[in-house]
């Protein structure tokens, strides 16, 4: 038998046993061993000797130990309050959204003063000032519209008008660039009714939340101040009726300060507006000579309300509430208009026929003069008629020579008569001429009917009243002497003595020499100031009562002489040069005037145009 191990008699009262979970051995890795080592191998050394002991496995704490404080926030939470922050921004903006329904672009841009670079400026700046615009959705998409603030005057003054039509053909083409098109303008240059696909109206816009506008009837309270004045329109037509649909509104105010114009334009606007089926409305806030209504009567209103102000565009002409004016001409009815409306492929009179109809139409429906001077007209009228209207037994009555003289400011087109005035004795022949074709070959053997030569004469209107003095038409009759405008002496002749008062008469001016645009705009003002005042802008200063109660009168002269002379007249002598000579043509008709000949212009070989000379 072995013996056995007693470790009773141990000098070691205690001793450790490592648990069976121990592993005293190295591993591999401590030991930077691949391999044991015997004692006899050749490549023994005491590397194996020398190595520090493992540590002591230690064993799980009782108390959990203490985190150490971190200096910043984890990544984990700044996501999470990041996330939301932006979370609580989407709730917001689609809580405004689907409250206040009007969702803004981000982009907006316009046109600056140089009109070379576009300002670009967040959804929430727009222009306090009228301006085209060029706007930018969500999408990246470009569009342009015509940002006018619902609170601004109108109309907008002459100079507004003229650079909105200028900067809309500017920001049109760089939307179009923008959409990748080299060369934008030309099409729209070329074509009066093309339609460009980036153009919004103004009601689109703000339904699109391009534009803030304004909602319901809020508009009726801010266009109170701001609404202009339109010609017949009533102050409680914005219960009874509805918006129009589409309409023309022609503003009267004009740089120039002859009427003939400003009628030519009034009566074609009403033929585009008729033509185009939109609503017509006059606006004459601010016009040199008045309201509207103490010439003319009102036009025929439609059955619809006009459109916010701020909705009423000068251009592009398909806007749906166009404005047209004096400013804008070149816009309305400039070379496009002439392409789209003249028989381009005919040289001869019929060339102007179109246009010739849209001025016709607004004559028939505007020419109708007030209370007071229509009942003149028609009794004027009967009486010169009955002065040509020979005995029973005669074959032809007497014709009626219609003599439209234009002195002033104006010259004639005639190379030989510019800067000076055709001669009065180039009229005074003329007449005679048209009654000696005529009456040459009118008896019904075709010979000369003497009775009517004898009854034959004519009728004088002029802006130089030192006309009906002369010896070319001392024996002739005036027009009309309802209105008539006066020399110096012709007034001293009315009032003699100067101590004596008397009503007022304006002494500050006569009218020799005819009618002057700086002698117009110094009306009623203090002859002390006339020197200063023709040098200044006309717009600058505000009439007095007197002096548009003076304009008013010269107005209803001018449209007396054109009513007796286009209506009684059975032919007209007059200069192209003149407006009032184009106008007549219109008043005595198609048929009249240019098949039958009776319209003769003696300035130049002009055939009849509206605006300008072809």
């Known amino acids: 038998m072995s013996p056995t191990l007693d470790l009773s008699q141990s000098t070691h009262a205690k001793m450790i046993v490592a648990p069976p979970r121990l592993n005293l051995r190295r591993a591999a890795s401590y030991q930077h061993e691949k391999t044991t080592f015997s004692s006899t191998s050749s490549r023994f050394n005491f590397n194996h000797l020398m190595f520090s002991p493992p540590p002591s496995p230690g064993l799980p704490a009782l108390v959990p130990r203490p985190r ?14 990041l996330a ?3 979370g609580l921004v989407l709730v917001t903006f689609a809580v405004r959204a689907v409250v206040t329904k009007n969702v803004r672009v981000p982009v907006v841009g316009w046109v600056l003063e140089d009109r070379q670079e576009f300002e670009m400026v967040g959804q929430y700046d727009l222009p306090e000032f009228p301006t085209p615009i060029a706007v930018t959705d969500r999408n990246g998409r470009s569009k342009w519209t015509v940002s006018i603030p619902p609170t601004y005057d109108f109309p907008l003054s002459i100079k507004e008008y003229s650079d909105i039509c200028v ?39 703000e339904k699109r939340g391009l534009l803030p506008g304004v909602e319901g009837k809020a508009w009726k309270v801010t266009a109170q101040a701001q609404n202009g004045h339109l010609v017949g329109d009533r102050a409680d037509g914005l219960v009874d009726r509805g918006i129009c649909r589409t309409s023309l509104t022609f503003v009267l105010e004009s740089t120039n300060a ?30 040199a000579y008045g309201e509207y209504t103490a010439i003319f009567k009102a036009p025929p209103m439609p059955d619809c309300n006009p459109p916010p102000r701020h909705e009423m565009l000068p251009c592009p002409h398909t806007a749906r509430h166009l404005v047209v004016s004096a400013a804008t001409a070149s816009q309305t009815f ?4 002439n392409l789209e409306y003249q028989n381009i492929h005919r040289s001869d009179m019929d060339r102007e026929r179109p246009v010739y109809d849209l001025a016709r139409a607004g004559y028939e429906a505007l020419f109708r003069l007030n209370d007071e001077d229509q009942p003149y007209v028609e009794h004027r009228i009967k009486e010169l008629r009955s002065t040509a209207k020979v005995a029973e037994g005669n074959y032809n009555d007497g014709m009626i020579i219609g003599v439209h003289i234009r002195h002033g400011d104006l010259h004639p087109y005639e190379y030989q008569y510019n800067g000076a005035y055709v001669p009065l004795n180039i009229y005074h022949q003329r007449s005679r001429e048209v009654v000696e074709e005529v009456h040459n070959f009118s008896s019904p053997l075709g010979g000369e009917d003497l009775v009517a030569k004898q009854h034959s004469f004519a009728i004088v209107a002029s802006d130089d009243p030192d006309v009906y003095e002369t010896e070319e038409f001392s024996g002739s009759m005036r027009a ?11 007034i001293q002749k009315a009032n003699p003595d100067k101590s004596v008062m008397h009503k007022f008469v304006d002494e500050t001016f006569g009218w ?26 006309q717009t600058t200063l505000k009439p007095s009562a007197e002096t548009m109660r003076l304009r008013g009168l010269i107005g209803r002269a001018y449209a007396l ?22 106008l007549l043509a219109v008043i005595m008709g198609w048929e009249k005037a240019m098949e039958q000949g009776r319209w003769v212009n003696i300035d130049g070989d002009f055939q009849w145009t509206a605006l300008s000379p072809s």
């Open 258 to 287: 002859g009427l003939g114009p400003t009628l030519m334009m009034l009566w074609m606007a009403y033929g585009l507006a008729q033509k185009e089926r939109r609503s017509f409305f006059i606006d004459d806030s601010r016009w």
């Open 561 to 582: 002489d054109l009513a007796v002379l286009g209506q009684a007249s059975d032919a007209v002598i007059c200069t192209m040069s003149a407006m009032g000579c184009r």
């Open 84 to 86: 939301w922050v932006l």
């Open 334 to 337: 400039g070379s496009s208009f």
């Open 512 to 537: 020799e020499g005819g009618f002057f645009a700086t002698m117009f705009w110094n009306l009623g003002r203090s002859t002390l100031n006339n020197a200063n005042a023709a040098g200044e802008v």
């Open 167 to 205: 900067q809309c053909q500017e920001v049109a083409a760089h939307v179009k660039e923008l959409h990748g098109y080299t060369d934008p303008s030309q099409e729209a240059q070329t074509h009066y009714y093309y339609e460009d696909p980036y153009f919004l109206d103004v009601s689109d816009a």
């Open 480 to 490: 009309q002497e309802q209105i008539k405008l006066a020399s110096k002496q012709h």
């Open 68 to 81: 150490k404080s971190s200096t910043g926030p984890r990544p984990s939470r700044v996501l999470r309050v």
